[in-house]
């Protein structure tokens, strides 16, 4: 018997599945199923070369029509060594009819043994018994089972749910992809082309796998503040090559110093906030002025354009 969930054997040596018969003359199985006298059946299956450097053997069926548990015709049918790569089957076939002398009993039926010629080895896998003169088609309904053993890969699986715990793959494909995630949607591809992050705990973590960069060809919209409290490679929260800008909103800074070459102050006065402090053509022309008690007091004014 070949088994390779047990012994240390190739996938490939059973044909369908994970087990397969290796049968020779002395070692062999058999197979039996019900009949009636006078009736044609139809018996197949799959020869294939031994692994391991056996010698090939040819295939041999000995069929017994049987009466109750006793045996009243046997015949024997023989095929030649399977011409075929080792890994590989050749599907042969026999047609015989039930003999009259198994009518009558408690039991009608035939039985076949599986084995070779000689003391040579043979693979045998995916048997087949039908009714009439010709073989059905085999399917042994094992291609997703394959799939899962990594032995064939197909080119489309069309499923209503998949499941699992790792699904790898260059492309994952859906008109309505969601990964679950604590009874919760955890990513949702959404039919107008966006994609939610959602997270069931509350918190959405990026970057917690040694990512370096997370990169936004366009824009990063924020509709309800964002909070930094690390910071980056350079040991700053905010770091940009561009233009900040704020369209009416504030910017306070706690217990902080601002760093740069130059200020400029431009358009209309913003606020009368104690400590406002502003640049342009007040009341004295041209100057400084600062936001006391609520009223703007100068501190120096009267600039030229010189």
């Known amino acids: 018997m070949i088994d390779a969930l047990v012994y240390d054997a ?25 009949a009636t006298a006078g009736k044609q059946y139809t018996i197949s299956f799959h020869a294939g070369k ?62 076949v043994r599986f084995l070779t010629t000689n003391g040579n080895w043979c693979v045998f896998d995916g048997v087949q018994a039908v009714s009439g003169n010709r073989a059905a088609p085999y399917d042994a309904e094992d291609s997703l089972w394959k799939f899962g053993q990594y032995r064939i890969k197909l080119d489309a699986v069309n499923v209503r749910k998949l499941y699992g715990d790792t699904i790898e793959g260059k492309v994952v494909r ?33 970057g917690n796998m040694n990512t370096n960069e997370i990169i936004a060809d366009k824009v990063v919209r924020v509709q309800n503040g964002m909070s930094i409290r690390g910071v980056n490679e350079n040991g700053v929260g905010i770091e940009t090559s561009k233009l900040y800008r704020s369209w009416g909103g504030d910017i306070e800074l706690n217990n902080a110093i601002i760093k740069t070459p130059a200020v400029v102050f431009g358009g209309n006065i913003p606020t009368t906030q104690d400590g ?4 342009g053509n007040g009341w004295q022309g041209l100057g400084f002025y600062v936001a ?11 600039f030229g354009a010189g």
């Open 174 to 206: 859906s008109a309505n992809f969601q990964v679950p995630y604590k009874n919760s949607r955890a990513v949702v591809d959404h039919s107008n082309g966006n994609v939610s992050f959602n997270a069931a705990s509350g918190n959405v973590h990026l």
């Open 276 to 279: 406002t402090l502003w640049y």
């Open 50 to 111: 031994p692994y391991g450097g056996l010698a090939a053997g040819a295939p041999r069926l000995i069929i017994e029509h049987m009466k109750d548990e006793s045996v009243v015709a046997s015949e024997t049918k023989d095929f030649p060594v399977p011409n075929a790569n080792v890994g590989e089957v050749v599907r042969y076939g026999v047609t015989i009819t039930a003999n009259a002398g198994i009518a009558g009993g408690r039991t009608s039926s035939i039985r």
């Open 292 to 302: 006391i008690g609520g009223a703007w007091h100068t501190v120096s004014a009267g």
């Open 10 to 34: 190739p996938t490939e040596a059973a044909p369908f599945g994970l087990r397969a018969g290796l049968f020779n003359q002395s070692n062999y199985v058999a197979q039996r199923f019900g």
